[in-house]
């Protein structure tokens, strides 16, 4: 068991706790040094060493007096052990601004050091500021496209009134022309139609006589085959020397006479089937110009209604005056938005001064000129002057601990000094359940361990005056809570 309130720091030092003043080992030590002053006669009797004597009432004074001291050292310290909570567990925390670059880009200066004590928007490292320049002078420049077709626009308008008499002139007439056009194209469709008929009539002829033509030919296919077979059989015979030349002569021509009417059947076959095939073509040619005719109709007629539309257009000059406002309205709309344009490329090229956040001192510089650099680079921290200390108390201990009550700091810094602060607020985990993997008790074998719960203590501003430029975040420190 410690003397003092931090675990055993400082031990030759005579500690306040509750405000009564605990006596150290030299007053005891002097306390007991003057209840133990002996005669020269108890030195005589000391000298005989065979008899021992019984303690004085001196000594037994004096044992007295240390028991009494001991006992209100042991109550004072149980009565300070009873109201405080103590931990060693504790580091000194604070904001840390990290600076980094907003766009990419390469380091052309760097104004401050490590260490060094800056100002809110203090100009700390400088970006080549050429490329987002030459951004600024495109959107400008789109800026004034932009104005420019909103000044055209602009004078559409007026052209656009100007020229609907001309155009609805043009387009009376464009009406005229595609009436009469339609009316062409009708006659030539009911001439088209009329001879239809008369072409399918020559169809029905020319296959009528296929069918006659057709029989012609089996009727002299049929005489040729008799013609034939009288031929070979009177050659036989004339061979065999049993008819004369004669008669073989006169089969011959019988036999050459069905011969030549079977091709002269065949080529009227032949030119009924052709002047079938002319018959058709001539209703083709019947039918194409129909089509043709009625294709002609339904142009003349869009023709029309193009010209009936244009009619319209033109005589709805005041809706094409409409338009030719609304075209002006988006080009307004267009120079708006390179105005955006041209403040979001001002707004990159001012990235490329990189200030001061907050107040504070600079810390892990990593700019240098030349490096180059990307959007969320680190380039340095700043530590600004608001600290606390985090304290991990044990679970414990928390049992009487409440935001607000008062604090004791000690700094392994400044051992000498103790600084003052409240409690601020308790964490709402432990850590463990905050690291990167938390215990999972529900496996394996379980073994309880004493957890620890972070504690914001917040320094009481007038007890570190003058200590503000030398407490930096990270430190350890020993706090003591006085719990209710």
Not at 201 to 210: D, F, K, S, T
Not at 212 to 230: F, H, I, P, R, S
Not at 385 to 405: C, D, H, S
Request: net charge neutral; glycine share 6%.
């Amino acid at each position: 068991m410690t003397s003092n309130t931090f675990n055993g720091h400082n031990q030759n030092k005579t500690p306040f706790i509750g405000k009564q003043l605990i006596p150290d080992s030299e007053t005891l030590e002097t306390v007991t040094a003057e209840a133990t002053v002996v005669t020269p006669e108890i030195e005589k009797e000391k000298e005989v060493p065979p008899k021992r004597k019984r303690p004085t009432g001196l000594i037994l004074a004096a044992l007295g007096v240390s028991a009494i001291a001991a006992g209100g050292f042991g109550y004072n310290y149980w009565q300070y052990a009873s109201t405080h909570q103590e931990t060693d567990n504790a580091t000194v925390a604070g904001n840390i601004h990290q600076v980094s670059s907003r766009i990419p880009g390469t380091i052309s200066e760097v104004l401050v050091n490590d260490n060094q004590l800056v100002q809110p928007g203090q100009l700390l490292v400088k970006l080549d500021p050429r490329d987002y320049e030459s951004k600024v002078q495109q959107a400008a420049a789109a800026l004034e496209n932009a104005r420019g077709q909103a000044q055209a626009a602009q004078a559409n308008i007026a052209l656009s009134s100007e020229t609907t008499t001309g155009k609805t002139t043009q387009a009376q007439g464009d009406v005229s022309g595609a009436v009469a056009a339609i009316s062409t194209a009708q006659a030539a469709v009911q001439e088209a139609q009329a001879g239809i008929p008369a072409a399918q009539a020559q169809v029905r002829l020319a296959e009528a006589g296929i069918p006659a033509a057709q029989a012609q030919v089996a009727q002299t296919n049929a005489n040729l085959e008799k013609a034939q077979a009288d031929y070979n059989r009177y050659n036989q015979l004339y061979k065999s020397g049993a008819i004369a030349r004669q008669q073989l002569d006169t089969a011959k021509a019988a036999y050459d006479v069905a011969t030549a009417q079977k091709n002269a059947a065949i080529q009227g076959v032949e030119q009924a089937q052709a002047k079938l095939a002319s018959a058709r073509v001539g209703v083709a040619q019947a039918q194409s110009q129909l089509a043709q005719a009625q294709e002609n109709v339904v142009n003349a007629q869009a023709k029309l209604a193009a010209s009936r539309g244009g009619l319209q257009q033109a005589t709805a000059g005041g809706q094409d005056t409409t338009v030719k406002r609304s075209q002006y309205e988006a080009a307004k709309a267009a120079i708006a938005q390179s105005e955006a344009s041209l403040k979001d490329a001002q707004l990159q090229l001012s990235y490329a001064n990189v200030t001061a956040p907050s107040a504070g001192r600079v810390g892990r510089k990593n700019a240098e000129v030349g490096n180059r650099v990307q959007s969320g680079t680190p380039l340095m921290a700043i530590v600004d002057n608001q600290y606390w200390v985090i304290a991990n108390f044990k679970e414990t201990q928390l049992e009487k601990m409440r935001p607000g009550e008062p604090v004791e700091i000690k700094l392994d810094s400044f051992p000498h000094h103790t600084f003052v602060g409240r409690v601020d607020s308790i964490s709402p985990a432990s850590g463990a359940q905050f690291a990167l993997l938390p215990p999972d008790n529900a496996t394996g074998n379980f073994t309880k361990v004493v957890q620890r719960i972070p504690v914001k203590v917040v320094f009481d501003q007038k007890s570190i005056q003058g200590y503000e430029s030398r407490i930096t975040p990270g430190m350890s420190a020993e706090v003591a809570v006085e719990v209710k």
